[in-house]
């Protein structure tokens, strides 16, 4: 472990939650800015949740531009500094593997340990507050369904599954739009809850199905979860479950409102008398009940209608996987000129 010099200026705090503190950065060197999460690691579900986050970005051998990019994880312990590698033999960082492995702070709780993740800067905020700002824009719904098709095929194409989409998590980047290019960068954030899902078997070289990679513990947000995470038995199509919440209520502009921030949320929900009910929670007691896709006459064409509809099937098996999803999002961006009209 070495001391080092700043390599960034920290500007302004832009986010602050459970996980820690973001800031706007430069690199001092080039002045380009960056996005900078500080995560203390104070608490075993902190530590957790860094090293799920760094584990899935780090281990992406490829850029893809709708995919929050890692410039870097630094590890610091009261004043020195050391970047952060995977399967690194550093005693520092061996210590935050076997905290999360054990569920216990096993390093000196009197010194201050903390992640520094360096990545992309967002200047447009979150999928929320920039649709909810605006008003309805076909061209936007277009951009953004591809977009989120293109990142989803991606990541399970590097064996990622994502465990928490929601519009909280995918960021807007409009610094590169110009004349040829209107609408924003989304990018795809907040790793701390996926899953890399490690090859086995004879042929440790063959690609891992994600769509057979079973997982069991139950985590995400209610509202976008599927009814077979909610039963703790799930597999990447929980990913384009909660995709589709994600584009119905996108093309509809269904929300909710969160009960604790009071914010307003991009969501689809089913109504049983006065109260809203997740539409996964709802299909886990009632796999046959039909969805009322579209909620308004003429917000999209039948084909969308269908998709959407797949996505949201019941049982898992019934929903594309993310490589025909990306494909059939550009057949009906591309093909229907009417696709929601």
């Known amino acids: 472990m070495v001391s080092s010099q700043p390599k960034y200026d920290l500007i302004r705090e832009v986010g602050r939650g459970s996980y820690g503190v973001v800031y706007e950065a430069v690199i001092r060197k080039t002045s380009t800015r960056v996005a900078v999460k500080k995560i203390r690691c104070h608490a075993p579900e902190n530590v957790e949740l860094a090293l799920r986050e760094f584990w899935a970005l780090s281990s992406i051998q490829s850029q893809h531009p709708n995919v929050i990019h890692l410039e870097e994880c630094i590890l610091q312990k009261d004043g020195m500094v050391q970047r952060m590698s995977h399967g690194s033999s550093s005693s520092l960082y061996l210590q935050l593997v076997e905290t999360s492995l054990k569920g216990e702070i096993v390093f000196d709780p009197r010194s201050a340990y903390y992640l520094w993740f360096v990545m992309d800067f967002c200047d447009g905020g979150d999928m929320n507050e920039y649709l909810l700002s605006r008003k309805p824009s076909r061209k936007t719904n277009t951009s953004f369904m591809l977009q989120l098709g293109s990142a989803l095929a991606f990541l399970h194409k590097n064996q990622i599954i994502h465990r928490d989409l929601k519009p909280d998590n995918i960021l807007i980047s409009q610094t590169r739009m110009d004349a040829s290019n209107l609408e924003p960068t989304l990018k795809v954030a907040d790793f701390g809850l996926s899953k890399v899902c490690s090859t086995s078997g004879l042929n440790p070289e063959e690609p891992v199905n994600v769509n057979k990679c079973f997982l069991s513990t139950a985590c995400g947000t ?3 979860m599927a009814p077979e995470v909610w039963e703790g038995h799930y597999t990447a199509k929980a990913d384009i479950f909660a995709l589709g919440i994600i584009i119905w209520a996108m093309l509809e502009r269904i929300t909710i409102v969160d009960t604790e921030t ?72 591309f093909k229907d000129t009417n696709w929601d009209t």
């Open 262 to 333: 009071k914010k307003e949320l991009l969501g689809s929900y089913v109504k049983q008398g006065t109260e809203i009910v997740p539409v996964g929670e709802a299909l886990l007691e009632n796999p046959k009940m039909e969805l009322l896709i579209p909620v308004k006459k003429k917000s999209m064409n039948a084909r969308m209608k269908q998709l959407i509809k797949e996505m949201l099937a019941a049982n898992p098996q019934d929903r594309p996987d993310a490589f025909e999803l990306e494909l059939r999002l550009v057949q009906i961006a």
């Open 222 to 224: 209610d509202f976008y």
